[in-house]
Every structure is written in C-alpha cells, then in structure tokens.
C-alpha cells in the first residue's frame, strides 16, 4: 500500500514545498527540520497500525487504564540522508531500537551507478516491526539492497518505509522486489532522469541537509 501524505495534510504539504524551494533550501537547518517533521508526522500515522494493549495506570488519584503499545518498532535509515527523518520517527517512537545502514551510489565514468553497502549496524530483526527512514526514493536500488541487507539479518514481522519525495518508478521497483511492505510518501513525482534524481524532485537531499561531497 502507498501512502501520499500530500493528499491528507496540508502540513506536510507546506514542508514538501520549502524542501523543494530553491530559496529556502540554502537554510541547511530548516530543510533538516522539515525532513525531521515530515519523519514525525509519518511516525505518528504508522502509530496506529502498531498493536496496543490496555494497560491499569496508578495516578496520584487512582487507577487509570491507557492504551500502550505493545512492542517497540526497530528504526533503521540509510546513511547520511536518511538521518533527519530517522530523527523524527525517533522523536515519536523515543525507546526504539535503531538499524543503521551505509548504503552509497557508486558514480562510474560511462554515467551508470552502482549501489555500494559497506557498514550495517542493527538489532535482531526476527519478528520484529521494521521501518525503514529514506527521503528519496528515487530507483529504488538502494532501499532494496538495504531491505535485503537488512533480512539478511532477520525476518522482520513488518516493514514500512518513510520518505520525504518518491518516485513511480522506483515505488513500483521496490514493491515489486519487496511487496511485503507499506509505503508512507511526502509526495510523489512521476519522472526521473537516466542519472537517476527524481523530477521535479528537490535535488540531493545528503548534501542540502549537510553539504556538498567530494567525489572519490
């Protein structure tokens, strides 16, 4: 199931809106903080396909019975872009266990890409409700790699996947390799060009949250 959250909430509309705004998005704290809203409203939305239970709470007053959630989710984000939506989802679901991936596109002469995976840090994954933080989802190579990284670990009961702008293309790759998950989008664009970035897109999101890289 995909999710656009541009459809639903005109905050997250807004936010999408400066993230693409070439004259708001010289303000590398404010494209951050708007990644990191956009990761909290997707946190609260996956909130209520989590499982509760009732639980007695004492109070100064007496008992009062609340709902809690059952389980705590593993959040995992693919290095370095994903992190201020990790830090959203992680501002709601304050006590999860965190998965952290170092998954990079490879930039060969000829034009093409390669998606390289060198560092994967992650609880155990068996049974467990994943979701997976990645603001551009673009082909849809590296979270695939990532999600099968990640399997590789263990089988996760439940996965869904955060992202700011994702594009048809790469939506329809990923769960067509994995379509055993759930799809949360700021916004979703229709085109994408042969180097692949997402148009109209906003443009590389690692390097306006954090600035440009060097090429090695």
Not at 47 to 63: R, Y
Not at 94 to 117: C, E, L, M, P, Q
Not at 154 to 171: F, K, L, Q, S, Y
Request: glycine residues 6%; negative net charge; hydrophobic residues 40%.
């Amino acid at each position: 199931m995909i999710i656009n959250l541009s459809e639903q909430h005109s905050l997250v509309s807004n936010w999408v809106s400066e993230l693409r705004n070439i004259a708001v998005q010289n303000d590398r704290m404010r494209f951050r903080r708007n990644l990191e809203r956009i990761g909290e409203v997707i946190a609260y939305e996956i909130s209520k396909e989590m499982d509760w239970e009732t639980v007695d709470i004492e109070t100064p007053l007496g008992i009062a019975p609340t709902k809690l959630m059952q389980e705590q989710p593993v959040l995992a984000t693919i290095l370095r872009a994903g992190l201020p939506m990790h830090q959203g989802l992680l501002n709601y679901f304050d006590k999860a266990d965190n998965a952290f991936v170092s998954a990079y596109r490879k930039h060969h002469k000829d034009g093409s890409f390669t998606i390289n995976v060198e560092y994967l840090s992650s609880p155990p994954l068996d049974n467990r409700f994943l979701i997976i933080s990645d603001p551009m989802l673009a082909t849809g190579a590296s979270l695939v790699k990532t999600i099968q990284y990640l399997k590789d670990v263990g089988n996760p009961r439940v996965i869904h996947i955060a992202a700011a702008i994702a594009c048809t293309e790469g939506i329809e790759y990923v769960t067509r390799e994995h379509p055993d998950l759930k799809i949360w989008c700021g916004a979703i664009d229709d085109e994408i060009t042969a180097k692949g970035y997402i148009v109209p897109g906003l443009g590389d999101a690692g390097d306006l949250a954090y600035g440009g890289k060097a090429q090695y």
